[in-house]
């Protein structure tokens, strides 16, 4: 039997059957929680559609909106994980972060739209405005930064620290440190990359296995594989 819940405002927990330690706040908050338990949910349609879900806190206007049987999940924002369903042990934090997950696990968005296009990628780690926004697939991926490896979709093993690093880039295990290091042009698929400095490898494409080090270093290189550079303007 449903016990120990508190549910407050219009139609707030409704079909709650056998759910219990739940707290929805808010117009239709956690409406199809049936079974949940120990779910916070806090605003307008806030864990929506929630039927078995449990351990979740979603805190915004359809936080979780679409959340079925996902749990241990942290959604704090409007449209946060709005579209997740079964995906389990995320944290996404801010307007639209995570807003199409639907079963990738163990991700953390940070920043208004943070892996917003993330379906099904896991383990990626998202700091930033608009950072690892065109992610869906991909996994094991670090962007800290605004616009980092914004267009990266499948990639995976990937850290890109900075303003725009690695923007462009959608290859795999490459590390990009620096404003704009790694940011390449549109379609490039460099993989085993490490570019540090601001600007370094800035333009490459389809290049692999280069190492780059220094303002600049690299700048230029577009298709070249196997280099090493080091200085500033190498």
Do not use: M
């Not at 864990?47 to 909106?65: D, I, Q, S």
């Not at 094991?140 to 930064?145: H, L």
């Not at 990266?152 to 900075?162: E, F, K, L, P």
Request: aromatic share 16%; charged share 5%; glycine share 18%.
């Amino acid at each position: 039997n449903a016990s120990n819940n508190t549910f407050i405002g219009y139609q707030a927990g409704r079909c709650n059957s056998s759910g219990a330690g739940n707290f929805f706040v808010g117009q239709c908050a956690g409406y199809y929680s049936c079974t949940g338990f120990y779910n916070n949910f806090l605003g307008d349609s806030a864990g929506y559609c929630n039927t078995e879900g449990c351990n979740n806190n979603f805190l915004g206007r359809c936080a979780g909106c679409s959340n079925t049987s996902g749990s241990y999940n942290n959604f704090f924002g409007h449209d946060a994980g709005c579209k997740n369903t079964s995906g389990c042990y995320n944290n996404f934090i801010g307007y639209h972060a995570g807003l199409f997950n639907s079963t990738g696990d163990c991700n953390n968005f940070f920043g208004p739209f943070a892996g917003v296009s993330n379906t099904s990628g896991c383990y990626n780690n998202f700091f930033g405005p608009f950072a690892g926004r065109c992610n869906t697939l991909g996994y094991d991926n670090v962007a800290i930064g605004r616009c980092a490896a914004h267009c990266r979709t499948t990639g995976h093993s990937n850290v890109s620290i900075g303003n725009s690093a690695g923007y462009f880039n959608t290859g795999s295990n490459n590390t990009f440190i620096g404003v704009l290091a790694g940011s390449g042009f549109a379609s490039a698929s460099g993989s085993y990359n490490i570019f540090f400095g601001h600007c370094s490898g800035r333009s490459n494409t389809s290049g692999a296995c280069n190492l780059f080090a220094g303002l600049r270093s690299g700048a230029c290189n577009t298709t070249g594989e196997f280099n090493i550079f080091f200085g500033h303007c190498a």
